[in-house]
């Protein structure tokens, strides 16, 4: 059913638009620029005038990065007390400018090969489960709790805010990233900075820009046309760094449009500085250098700078400034952006180690983890009551811990000594290839919420054995596994090392199965029909366990939704074959998105196609309904916004997260989110709702610009991008924006 509005603000400007929907955006430059205005001296003057004090030599040192740990190979000196962690530049003590102590710190503060003997920190769980909570409350809180951990370690610049946007379910990186649509990324990747700049933090948006896959990650070409850039990946970024305001930009190790990312000079000096103005630094990724005229490309800092074949930025670079090649105003404006964000933030000496309250920070790590666990599927067998007596727990080291994704983000975690298969915490060599369990398991968590029920515990090695049990058991729950990583791909969506065929064995011996996912991606599921139950706990951090058993037993009621679609078959997606897959290591291979800025749920309505379960998608213990969807305007508002009311129809409190999508332009189908919002309702509680839309969202981009077609819009709420209420029309006059 379709519902003509006429609506009073039918002739909207673009320009109001954007004024409101951005308001309030500036909170973190703001917030941070009060150290420097309460001397009468704004960040970007002060950074103009140190600047201006510095030697040559002063100059240049800032502008190379080395990774203070000791290695096979590195010449790189390591100067005395400096800890070892990710990154390091040496400050100017003369003029009172601190170094630059840079820590990972995508799910918390990384301990790379446990060099800083002892030292653990809050293991947050993974991003997509934080995109899963729609929360930008929480995602503003576990930015804040990362940073005051970094901070209370000596730490002054995170290298965490990973956003690229997942246009492959096989993307060995995804579980670091915010989801698959630019709003959603956006909005939560600037809330999470937010958050961590509020505590005299630098944080850092990366990897600038498409870093879709990790299959030859540095030899891989990402070609996209220009207007899908900006309306998909660039548009995340967009918002990402007008909410947060991050002092730094990190670069990523693929090329764009056939130019090395971290020196390409439309990404970095035409986008990014030019059209939005961006005023902090850009650092390279750890060995993404490979020649110094990267600089005159954007590039303001090569970290991590043992990593490439050289120092690009010591002598190669020096030679291009004495030839003339690179101006001198160049190299003041990379060291005054560096300034200028350390100012901002109020961050103008060293930070003393201090005492951190570990068990505060883990109820922060147990809250998101309960925000991003999704109910996918639910037959009435959850939430978990006293009338199951007897329950087999089978698989995924239930007896021990949880799952968590591999690389450069790996945290020690604070609740205990976790466990390693295939490597050795002590073995560099093993950093991207061994698998960690987090401590705290769900076996306990249950045992403990369900005191008179009878568990008993099976590895699943054996299916036969554990299906065996099963058919003497009340219920099952089955825990499954998928470890992905830095550095890889995988070429498949099926779980692996048998475990598809264990879940049919079980379901087969006990109809009433739970399966349970630990997984950093979508994966297929053969067995879905027969299962009572699926609960998606991605990977959940330190605190996972009994996040998990709290949602299974109903002690949480389960509020997370789906921020990436899981199809049904690869055959359902852009490619098949990953791009590069097999390959050997060097070989340049070219990554074509040729559905442009329709991945994900966007790609699924364009083609027609049902994905097993749609973005958005995620169940409650309770009912919700909505009604009343159509436009919102207070009095002598100018922006654009829509409204639905949401009731609570059940019997529990419980958590809705509304989502408002365009669903045509001038008659023509497309599928955009626009808006959402995170709702906690009491039972029987009714409330309404209004969201502001981005006019960006509406728009197309074309000839340098945004362009909002004139027309006749067509919008629909909804509980996912699959299930969608009476659609409403609005008619906005044409109007272009700056890009």
């Not at 209004?690 to 728009?699: G, K, M």
């Amino acid at each position: 059913m379709s519902i003509r509005v006429h609506s009073p603000i039918s002739k909207i400007t673009l320009a109001a638009l954007l004024a409101t929907a951005l308001a309030g955006v500036q909170f973190g430059a703001q917030a941070g620029a009060q150290s420097a205005a309460q001397s009468g001296e704004g960040p970007d003057a002060k950074a103009a005038r140190i600047e201006a004090q510095m030697t040559d030599a002063e100059r240049m040192s800032l502008l190379v990065g080395i990774m203070p740990i000791a290695f096979p190979g590195s010449k790189a000196v390591i100067p005395a007390g400096v800890p070892p962690t990710a990154g390091y530049v040496p400050g100017v003590p003369r003029l009172g400018v601190p170094a630059q102590l840079a820590t990972d710190a995508s799910l918390g503060i990384s301990n790379p090969g446990a060099a800083r003997v002892g030292d653990v920190a809050t293991a947050m769980p993974a991003s997509l489960a934080i995109a899963a909570s729609f929360d930008t409350g929480l995602a503003e809180r576990v930015g804040a709790t990362v940073a005051q951990e970094a901070r209370a370690k000596g730490f002054n610049v995170l290298l965490g805010g990973g956003m690229n946007l997942a246009r492959d379910p096989r993307n060995g990186r995804n579980f670091e990233y915010l989801g698959e649509d630019p709003l959603l990324a956006g909005r939560l990747a600037g809330h999470a900075i937010r958050g961590s700049q509020a505590q005299g933090v630098v944080s850092t948006i990366k990897h600038f820009a498409l870093n879709g896959q990790e299959t030859l990650r540095f030899y891989a070409d990402s070609v996209i046309g220009e207007a899908a850039l900006r309306e998909s990946e660039l548009l995340a970024f967009e918002i990402g760094i007008e909410i947060g305001q991050p002092g730094s930009v990190m670069c990523a190790y693929n090329l764009v449009n056939g130019h090395k990312a971290c020196g390409n000079d439309h990404l970095l000096n035409t986008v990014l500085k030019r059209d939005w103005g961006y005023k902090g630094w850009v650092m390279s990724d750890w060995g993404a250098v490979s020649d110094a005229t990267f600089f005159n490309a954007g590039l303001d800092q090569q970290a991590g700078s043992q990593l490439d074949k050289q120092v690009w930025f010591g002598k190669p670079l020096e030679a291009l400034i004495a030839a003339g090649k690179v101006s001198q105003a160049r190299v003041s404006d990379a060291v005054r952006r560096m300034l200028r964000s350390f100012y901002a933030l109020g961050i103008e000496q060293a930070y003393k180690p201090q005492a951190i309250d570990y068990p505060s920070n883990a109820k922060v790590a147990l809250e998101a983890a309960r925000a991003g666990i999704v109910l996918l599927k639910n037959d009435g067998v959850l939430p978990l009551g006293q009338a199951a007596q007897s329950v087999l727990v089978v698989g995924g080291n239930a007896d021990f811990g949880v799952m968590s994704g591999g690389g450069s983000s790996q945290v020690i975690p604070s609740n205990g000594k976790p466990r390693y298969v295939n490597g050795d915490i002590g073995d560099s060599s093993t950093m991207f290839s061994r698998q960690m369990l987090m401590p705290g398991a769900p076996l306990a968590a249950l045992k403990a919420a369900l005191p008179e029920a009878k568990f008993r515990f099976s590895s699943g090695y054996s299916a036969d054995t554990a299906a065996a049990y099963a058919a003497q058991a009340d219920l099952v729950i089955v825990f499954a596994t998928k470890w992905e990583g830095e550095a890889f791909d995988s070429a498949t969506l099926a779980l692996p090392q048998g475990q598809d065929e264990l879940i049919a064995k079980l379901a087969a011996a006990n109809k009433n199965t739970v399966v349970v996912l630990e997984t950093g991606n979508p994966i297929t599921m053969p067995w879905h029909q027969d299962v009572r139950a699926i609960l998606q706990a991605w990977y959940p951090g330190q605190e996972g366990g009994q996040a998990i058993a709290d949602v299974l037993t109903g002690a949480v009621n389960p509020a997370g939704r789906l921020p990436i679609s899981f199809p049904q078959a690869l055959t359902q997606t852009p490619r098949g074959a990953l791009p590069g897959i097999g390959l050997p290591e060097r070989t340049p291979v070219q990554v074509a998105y040729e559905e442009g800025a329709e991945s994900g749920y966007r790609w699924f309505a364009k083609t027609g196609q049902a994905p097993l379960y749609a973005f958005g998608h995620g169940l409650s213990y309770t009912r919700f309904s909505h009604a009343e969807a159509g436009v919102r305007s207070a009095k002598g508002d100018t922006a654009l916004t829509l409204g639905l009311t949401v009731s609570n129809d059940g019997v529990l409190a419980g958590a809705d997260v509304p989502q408002v999508y365009l669903v045509a332009r001038n008659g023509k189908p497309l599928q955009r989110l626009v808006g959402f919002e995170k709702l906690v309702l009491q039972a029987g509680e009714r409330r309404a709702l209004s969201l502001r839309i981005d006019p960006r969202l509406l728009a197309d981009y074309s000839e340098g610009g945004w362009r909002v077609p004139a027309g006749v819009y067509t919008f629909a709420f909804g509980k996912s991008a699959a299930e969608l209420g009476p659609t409403f029309d609005v008619t906005l006059s044409g109007q272009r924006l700056k890009p």
